[in-house]
T-cell receptor
Framework: AQKVTQAQTEISVVEKEDVTLDCVYE???????LFWYKQPPSGELVFLIR??????QNEISGRYSWNFQKSTSSFNFTITASQVVDSAVYFC?????????????FGTGTRLQVTL | DAGVTQSPTHLIKTRGQQVTLRCSPK?????VSWYQQALGQGPQFIFQ???????QRGNFPDRFSGHQFPNYSSELNVNALLLGDSALYLC????????????FGEGSRLTVL
């Protein structure tokens, strides 16, 4: 069975601070995909990144960066110089074979609150 | 380009009633998945439809059923509603072979009294 653990329930930071959201996963699949989604108060899940199990290169996109470490089954997400607009719930998710866009297993989410 | 649209946005039902939720996928997408998100939890996969057939199903009872139409839109039906069915129901669309990226709608919030 697949499982995603986001141990941080809620994080509060002051604007411009850096913040890291942790994600640990479990799977028996040799091929799998990891995702991060952002859920603002409107409810819509916004896709941030997809990473396959064979690509352990870290990725940076603007203020966002992701650190994938297969050895520790972790896929952590860092926001640099956080902004109030980053306030949302962030979900880490895992899927197996995505040839048919298979189901995602989500963590319980981390609520990030950024204040002035 | 319209994204994923869902209706209704909010609805209130009583125990034992039946509900139908609707979803129109993003233009060009052929696969629709449904998720249930209880308050404070992550979304849970209900099922996925492709070519008008249910392709995968999560751990949900038969009270949850669905349908996909030739235009790729989809419905989620829940019979004999229970209080525990109160949740945000999210629809996600994708394109087969596109690597699993899902585009989500804003959801339908169901309250069962």
């Amino acid at each position: 069975a697949q499982k995603v653990t986001q141990a941080q329930t809620e994080i509060s930071v002051v604007e411009k601070e850096d913040v890291t959201l942790d994600c640990v996963y479990e799977t028996r699949d040799t091929t799998y995909y990891l995702f991060w989604y952002k859920q603002p108060p409107s409810g819509e899940l916004v896709f941030l990144i997809r990473r396959n199990s064979f690509d352990e290169q870290n990725e940076i996109s603007g203020r966002y960066s992701w650190n994938f470490q297969k050895s520790t089954s972790s896929f952590n997400f860092t926001i640099t110089a956080s902004q109030v607009v980053d306030s949302a719930v962030y979900f880490c998710a895992l899927s197996g074979n995505t040839g048919t866009a298979s189901k995602l297993t989500f963590g319980t989410g981390t609520r990030l609150q950024v204040t002035l | 380009d319209a994204g994923v649209t869902q209706s209704p946005t909010h609805l209130i039902k009583t125990r034992g009633q039946q509900v139908t939720l609707r979803c129109s996928p993003k233009s060009g997408h052929d696969t629709v998945s449904w998720y249930q998100q209880a308050l404070g939890q992550g979304p849970q996969f209900i099922f996925q439809y492709y070519e008008e057939e249910e392709r995968q199903r999560g751990n949900f009872p038969d009270r949850f059923s669905g349908h996909q139409f030739p235009n790729y839109s989809s419905e989620l039906n829940v019979n004999a509603l229970l209080l525990g069915d109160s949740a945000l129901y999210l629809c996600a669309s994708s394109l087969v072979g596109a690597g699993g990226e899902l585009f989500f709608g804003e959801g339908s919030r169901l309250t069962v009294l």
